[in-house]
């Protein structure tokens, strides 16, 4: 049910209430739900950002690395909320308590979305004071084609907050790890809250457009000798000349969530043992408490909302590092690519099923809190990003970059250009300021 009163949007969905509303400042930015009882106003001045607060949060408060006075809301332990009982991540009845989800993994994958999901993710964590695992090298904490290092003084990562770099003894109690890196699950359960009971998040896309978006977001097609716009009728041939693990690399995605490298070639060389493939479905289903689709990226996030406990605040987003022309491959392309890309393809079909058991066990709202959310994405997106334009970087990468409208802390956090919350992030658990930081025009 919606109603306009006074310039402001009511929506009513089973059991949550969402306010939202434009004030007068253009630096404030209120939102209301009964679900978690929020209320909050951002606004950025020269020396403090503050947000007020009503039941259901508590105060938190925080210097940041520029000496910035920060307000955080942290959720109380328990909050009244139509969400989930956690465990395997089911869907329960609107009628019970959650808690909070904000421990968790989530194991990104190359060319799929991730990093608007990694925004996501990151603006939970700032806004909370959370720990991130972070690379302690690297411009934005990635450890792309690296694993975790954790013996002796080796350790290749970021302290946690409040701990001094080099105490190693103390490198623990992680909150979030949304990075780049070759998964080990027991280094990293080693390292997070939770330990062996951490939740495992990742993000998967139907791979033959997976693939294409790494081709060009690489600059591969420069290799083919075919300009961009003749990459999709002139890419066949260039194809069945590539290697298991050419340009892009074939089946990237169940290698980034940890398929192991010997059991992906017994699977390839078993040419359609169901068996293997069965077992590594299961493996991936005992260790996800959930998989995002990028083909339903609204749908999947709805769901995860519900899973972790969080409110439409949490899940908002500006989509980044997009291509800035959408290529329309031929039949024959795709069916090479998804050949090519045969056990990806195994595994997206059967978390793209997972996702809409999900979505049936969430109940009659879920097309009203789809139709809210997308309503909040339009007027966020409205009010925050002020142009989006084609760049390449160090005349490598090819995508879109976002800029922000405004100022005020939730714009900028939402919008996210040249990756500053990640900096900000960085800093906060004592990085020394990175001169690469330059080139992302920080």
């Known amino acids: ?86 465990t395997h991540g089911t869907l329960q009845s609107p009628d019970e308590p959650c ?53 002796g003084g080796s350790y290749n990562i970021l302290p946690p907050i409040g701990v001094k770099p080099g105490d190693y003894k103390k490198y623990e109690g992680y909150n979030i790890s949304n990075i780049h890196l070759i998964f080990d699950g027991a280094k990293m359960e080693s390292l997070m809250h939770g330990g062996k009971g951490i939740k495992y998040i990742t993000i998967l896309r139907e791979p033959s457009e997976r693939w294409l978006s790494h081709f060009t977001y690489y600059k591969g097609y420069k290799k083919t000798g075919l300009k961009l716009e003749e990459v999709p009728q002139g890419l066949l041939p260039f194809l069945k000349n590539l290697t298991e693990k050419g340009f892009g690399s074939f089946n990237k995605q169940v290698r980034d969530i940890g398929i192991g490298d010997e059991n992906l070639k017994k699977i390839l060389a078993s040419k359609g043992n169901e068996t293997l493939m069965n077992k590594t479905l299961q493996r991936f289903d005992d260790r996800y408490f959930f998989v995002l689709i990028t083909e339903h990226f609204d749908e999947s996030l709805l769901v995860l909302k519900r899973l972790f406990c969080w409110d439409f605040t949490d899940i908002l987003y500006i989509k980044q590092r997009q291509q800035p022309k959408q ?19 195994a ?45 390449v970087s160090v005349d490598k990468y090819l995508y879109v970059e976002n800029y922000s409208v405004s100022n005020d802390t939730f714009c900028w956090a939402l919008v996210n250009s040249k990756f500053h919350m990640d900096i900000e992030v960085i800093l906060r658990q004592h990085h020394k300021v990175d001169k690469r930081w330059k080139n992302l025009d920080f």
């Not at 310039?7 to 004030?23: D, K, N, P, T, Y």
């Not at 959370?130 to 084609?145: A, P």
């Not at 491959?329 to 050949?339: F, I, K």
């Open 347 to 391: 595994v997206y079909k059967h978390f793209v099923g997972v996702l809409w058991r999900r979505v049936k066990e969430y109940g009659p709202s879920f097309q009203q809190d789809l139709e809210t959310f997308r309503d909040l994405l339009n007027r966020t997106s409205e009010r925050c990003l002020a142009k989006s334009v084609a760049e």
């Open 327 to 345: 290529l329309i491959l031929d039949e024959a392309t795709t069916a090479e690519l998804r050949h090519r890309d045969r056990v990806d393809y």
């Open 1 to 86: 049910m919606r109603k306009v009163l006074f310039g402001v949007m009511i929506v009513i969905a089973v059991g949550s209430l969402v306010v939202i509303s434009q004030l007068e400042d253009p630096h404030v930015f209120t939102m209301r739900g009964s679900v978690n009882q929020i209320r909050f106003s951002m606004q950025k001045s020269e020396s403090r950002t503050r947000l007020a607060w009503q039941p259901g949060y508590k105060k938190h408060e925080s210097v940041s690395p520029n000496n910035t006075v920060l307000m955080k809301l942290v959720p109380n332990k328990t909050v009244p909320n139509p969400i989930t009982n956690l």
């Open 99 to 151: 808690h909070e989800t904000s421990n968790f993994v989530f194991v990104k994958t190359h060319k799929t979305g991730s990093t608007t999901l990694r925004c996501i993710t990151t603006r939970f964590g700032y806004t909370r004071n959370l720990s991130f695992v972070l690379g302690s090298n690297t411009i934005i904490g990635h450890l792309n084609g690296v694993s975790l290092k954790l013996k």
